[in-house]
């Protein structure tokens, strides 16, 4: 698999990274192993995971496979922080919580240190001096290698890698990425987070490249049982990407599929993987199937025609 150079840092990243929100909720530890095995088998080296994915149950399952199904220096590991579900207020980026967050993921996952740490969301009630004073001294113990931002405004992810860049002969540590939603059918990270992420020669790391899942075209004739769209705890994630303009998007990928020989997943998850700024894609597969047909995407690239029809075919109104 391509390895790709993240904010014109030391860190190189899968162009896929196999994401883990599912896992210890829809997907069981075995099944998670034989995806972790799988990945890095193909060349997959990005573990994308969050200190909230199901209760920290996400980061204890990469923690006991760690060693056992693949080799700590095998992966790239990305969690995040920032979220404070448990206590007085939704969000939290103070020191006091970033750091003892940090410790609780390090010991969840059995390992010294994260490859890069991103900041879940925006704290309005905490300066982005005390929070960003709080990275810088993650990176400086060890603990962190390289820090990244969640889904953040444009304006916030600028505000942040500015601070940063300002003060990095004083060592403040770059912000290196920003994680976003990003497919055919949501592209608006175009309009103001990609020319922020140039300007400010960070990278993207764009979750939900499938749209949800509807690019794939499985809900082409309605909601299949079994599927994301059917469950309880899950339709109304899928749901906004159920509407007429996304079922025309949807109808230009099945077309270019069908002419290029290859999946709808394939022409969907290309299409972003191959955009401008993106280092990786983030997929979180329920199963290993589902993840088989993920990597055989690696040799897929599109014709700059097919590129051009997809864009029209989706572009926002």
């Known amino acids: 698999m391509e390895q790709r150079q993240v904010g014109g840092s030391g860190l190189w990243v899968s162009r896929i990274a196999l994401g883990t929100m599912t896992w210890?909720?829809?997907?069981?530890?075995?099944?998670?192993?034989?995806?972790?095995?799988?990945?890095?088998?193909?060349?997959?080296?990005?573990?994308?995971?969050?200190?909230?994915?199901?209760g920290g149950h996400s980061e204890r399952i990469i923690g006991r496979l760690l060693g056992t199904v693949v080799r700590r220096d095998d992966v790239i590991i990305a969690t995040k922080t920032g979220h404070a579900p448990d206590h007085h207020r939704r969000y939290d980026t103070s020191r006091?919580?970033?750091?003892a967050s940090l410790d609780a993921s390090l010991r969840r996952m059995q390992t010294d240190h994260i490859d890069l740490w991103q900041l879940h969301v925006h704290d309005p009630c905490t300066p982005i001096e005390e929070t960003l004073a709080a990275v810088d001294t993650a990176v400086a113990s060890g603990r962190v290698r390289y820090a990244g931002v969640g889904d953040l405004a444009s304006w916030q992810f600028a505000r942040y890698a500015t601070w940063q860049s300002a003060g990095r002969g004083a060592g403040r540590t770059p912000i290196v990425s920003a994680g976003a939603e990003y497919s055919l059918l949501n592209r608006r990270v175009e309009n103001d987070l990609v020319p922020a992420l140039t300007d400010c020669g960070a990278h993207l790391i764009a979750w939900s490249p499938l749209g949800r899942g509807v690019l794939t075209a499985k809900y082409r004739n309605g909601v299949p049982g079994g599927s994301r769209g059917a469950l309880p705890h899950m339709a109304a994630y899928?749901?906004?990407?159920?509407?007429?303009?996304s079922s025309r998007v949807v109808e230009s990928v099945c077309t270019a599929a069908e002419g290029l020989g290859v999946s709808p997943l394939a022409?969907?998850?290309?299409?972003?993987?191959?955009?401008p700024r993106v280092a990786a894609v983030s997929v979180g597969p329920r199963t290993a199937a589902q993840l088989?047909?993920?990597?055989?995407?690696?040799?897929?690239?599109?014709?700059?025609?097919?590129?051009?029809?997809?864009?029209?075919?989706?572009?926002?109104?």
């Open 267 to 275: 022409v969907a998850l290309s299409w972003v993987r191959d955009q």
């Open 96 to 99: 006091r919580h970033l750091l």
């Open 238 to 245: 899928v749901e906004p990407y159920l509407d007429g303009r």
């Open 292 to 317: 088989g047909d993920i990597l055989a995407t690696e040799n897929v690239r599109l014709p700059r025609e097919i590129r051009e029809a997809l864009n029209d075919a989706s572009a926002p109104h």
């Open 24 to 54: 210890g909720k829809d997907t069981e530890e075995e099944e998670a192993a034989d995806q972790l095995a799988a990945f890095v088998d193909a060349g997959g080296s990005l573990i994308d995971t969050a200190d909230i994915y199901s």
